[in-house]
């Protein structure tokens, strides 16, 4: 029953740094997403993959690479992370079909950028 | 111009009684989607319901349900007899056909407290 699944759950980094987040989604499904969610703001999206080998911009995707492996997967990454990117950030799927499918999210990855 | 707004920071409801959450939206599409989100301070997002534009009636899950008005494209989320497990953060988000993979656009939140 996993889901949608984040990994790491917490990240601490230096300004510069890089790293990836992981996403991977059991569900069968299409469609993934990336957001960022700041206090006050609501999620905002990043990237999103309609489908497996097509990757598009959201509505913030400045300083940030997406990857989509396969069908399940689709990974994060920042390249030199800022302290702006400090975030929490949610992966979700979506399966086709129905128009009143949800999407699913993650449980978060907690990521602080000093 | 904001295409979600959810003008209420925070609300306080008793518990047992109802509370109304306001989400207004902003669209040209004729066809999109409404959905409600719950994120506990746990963190997580629990999608609740969904309205259609085409819906002919308001949605309802259990205790939720939307006031859906679309002539003030308004779709505000009714909780009846409030628990203290509803306290949370909850989203209002639209989906519209002219999105390529449907993504949402989300709301700022409201933050609900249940008192006891």
């Known amino acids: 029953n996993a889901g949608v699944t984040q990994t790491p759950k917490f990240q601490v980094l230096k300004t510069g740094q890089s790293m990836t987040l992981q996403c991977a989604q059991d569900?069968?499904?299409?469609?993934m997403y990336w957001y960022r969610q700041d206090p006050g703001m609501g999620l905002r999206l990043i990237y999103y993959?309609?489908?497996?080998?097509?990757?598009d911009k959201g509505e913030v995707p400045n300083g940030y690479n997406v990857s989509r492996l396969n069908k399940r997967e689709f990974s994060l990454r920042l390249e030199s992370a800022a302290p702006s990117q400090t975030s929490v950030y949610f992966c979700?799927?979506?399966?086709?079909?129905?128009?009143?499918?949800?999407?699913?999210f993650g449980d978060g990855t907690r990521l602080s950028i000093l | 111009a904001q295409k979600i707004t959810q003008t209420q920071p925070g609300m306080f409801v008793q518990e047992k009684e109802a509370v109304t959450l306001d989400c207004t939206y902003d669209t040209s599409d004729q066809s999109y989607g409404l959905f409600w989100y719950k994120q506990p301070s746990s963190g997580e997002m629990i999608f609740l319901i969904y309205?259609?534009?085409?819906?002919?009636q308001n949605a309802t899950e259990g205790r939720y349900s939307l006031n859906f008005q679309k002539a003030r494209k308004s779709a505000n989320l009714v909780i009846s007899a409030s628990q203290l497990g509803d306290s949370a953060m909850y989203f209002c988000a639209m989906r519209e056909v002219s999105g390529s993979a449907r993504q949402l656009t989300f709301g700022s939140g409201t933050q609900l407290t249940v008192l006891p």
């Open positions: 569900m069968n499904h299409n469609s």
């Open positions: 993959s309609a489908s497996e080998g097509t990757t």
């Open positions: 309205q259609g534009s085409y819906d002919e």
């Open positions: 979700a799927s979506r399966g086709q079909g129905e128009y009143n499918q949800p999407q699913h």
